[in-house]
């Protein structure tokens, strides 16, 4: 890099710290204000600004925003955890849902902190308090001061089961200025997809490998399936039809009440389960469903659905694959509305037949396969989306033959763990 385009470079850089610092009042004052609903906001917010206790040094550092990263992490954190016992493990999280995540699969198996906010100063902090040998960042959390930080201090950074959709890739096209040198500062970008590498690739990342998406290398726990008859046997009905919407956001509720509204005549007996993505939302995806007629249960009351149940409300944090696990078919949320789709590979690994809106931009490929299986249906409304439960619903055959036809989907595209871990070891 020659002296004008280091120049440049730091000019940008500055003009997007400085812009971060104004912000950062916001930010806190943000957290203190969600806390009104869950303290655990207000907690540990000095984590955020690079304040954690010493760690001892060279060990391993994991980052994964939230529930959904942490939740395709857990494979590769064990198999670090059997390779290099003898390493310190460091997980991070964005969200107080992704904290919550950690510490309930992982407990004190690992040192677990909220990732610093990307100030120069918060991540210089954090770095000399935990001094890695490697940072492993989940999916595409990139930030260019603490990947400039990382490179600074001689810490290889991998980014690893990378994704990058085309709409992303548009946004840091606009700023290439700070988006090319940062992405020089990543040691390795190990991409989901041929599609991934090569938008990384255009803006401008000189190293980067695909290794296929981790999240195919789900591994159940084996009671799981158990646990959900017990679930349904106990509380949810037996003998009743159960439609999961899952990770839903604020807009496709209303839509999955309007379609579970046109089933209700035909289906009387059927329980819709509503699992929000955000647990700050439970309240008000509550109310929406009592304004419009439905009789409700929700799972924090600890009872059981009567036959008289419209909808259970799925209103607890560490329980999606269990609620899935009593389904018989599931609607994937995110996808009604743009916020680019979810994880349809959990419920299709469960042997579900899965639905999933037009907005998949974050899961493209995963998709693809499952359509391409028939095991999967992509609807655009709730007209659309009653009309494909309701053909699930009629036909108990296609349900079992798509749920397998999933199942041997996500099977087949096993393998990217492995291909991390040959990573991982050559940095190391």
């Known amino acids: 890099m020659n002296g004008a385009s280091d120049w440049r470079v730091r000019v940008l850089r500055g003009l997007y710290t400085g812009l971060l610092y104004l912000a950062l009042p916001l930010a806190l004052l943000r957290l203190y ?33 939230s529930v959904g990263e942490t939740r395709a992490a857990l494979p590769l954190i064990r198999a670090l955890q059997a390779r290099h016992p003898e390493s310190p ?45 490697l940072a492993v960042i989940m999916e595409t959390e990139l930030w260019p001061n603490l990947l400039h930080q990382c490179a600074a201090a001689g810490v290889p950074v991998m980014v ?41 690739r255009a803006l401008g990342a000189p190293r980067v490998r695909v290794t296929g998406n981790l999240k195919y290398d ?31 956001h604020a807009g496709e509720e209303e839509r999955v009440l ?30 929406l469903c009592r304004r419009q007629g439905f009789s409700l249960v929700r799972r924090s009351e600890r009872r059981s659905c009567t036959p008289d149940t419209a909808v259970f409300l799925g209103d607890s944090m560490g329980e999606l694959l269990l609620f899935y696990a009593a389904a018989d078919l599931a609607f994937v949320g995110g996808s009604l509305v743009a916020t680019g789709g979810h994880n349809v590979l959990e419920p299709a690994l469960l042997g579900l037949p899965v639905l999933f809106g037009p907005h998949m931009f974050n899961f493209t490929e995963a998709g693809h396969r499952l359509l391409e299986a028939e095991a999967a ?29 999933g199942r041997a989907v996500v099977e087949r595209q096993r393998g990217a763990l492995a291909a991390l871990l040959d990573c991982i070891e050559t940095l190391l």
Do not use: C
């Not at 969600?34 to 060279?58: F, M, N, S, T, Y």
């Not at 964005?94 to 677990?112: F, I, K, N």
């Not at 726990?221 to 009743?240: N, V």
């Not at 819709?272 to 509550?286: I, K, S, W, Y």
């Open 258 to 287: 309007a379609a579970f509204a046109l089933l209700r005549p035909r289906w009387p007996e059927l329980l819709l389960v509503v699992a929000p993505r955000h647990p700050e939302r439970f309240d008000g995806v509550a109310a």
């Open 33 to 65: 204000w969600r806390g009104r609903r869950d303290a655990g906001h207000r907690q540990r917010w000095r984590e955020r600004l690079g304040v954690i206790p010493p760690l001892p040094a060279d060990g391993l550092w994991v980052h994964a925003v």
């Open 89 to 133: 493990l460091l997980v991070t999280t964005t969200t107080l849902t992704g904290s919550r995540q950690v510490l309930e699969a992982l407990g004190d198996q690992v040192h677990h902190a909220y990732a610093p906010y990307d100030l120069p100063g918060a991540v210089r902090r954090f770095l000399q308090r935990t001094r890695p040998r």
């Open 218 to 248: 789900l591994n159940l726990p084996d009671d799981l399936p158990e646990r959900g008859g017990i679930l349904r046997r106990e509380l949810l009905g037996e003998k009743r039809l159960i439609w999961i919407a899952a990770s839903t």
């Open 377 to 405: 249906w992509q609807v655009v409304d709730a007209a659309a989306l009653a009309t494909a439960v309701d053909r699930l619903l009629a036909d108990p055959q296609l349900r079992r033959a798509a749920g397998q036809r």
């Open 160 to 200: 690893a089961n990378a994704r990058l959709s085309e709409r992303s890739a548009r946004g840091y096209s606009r700023i290439r200025g700070l988006t090319a040198p940062m992405l020089r500062d990543i040691t390795l970008i190990a991409a989901q997809a041929e599609a991934d590498a090569e938008r990384f």
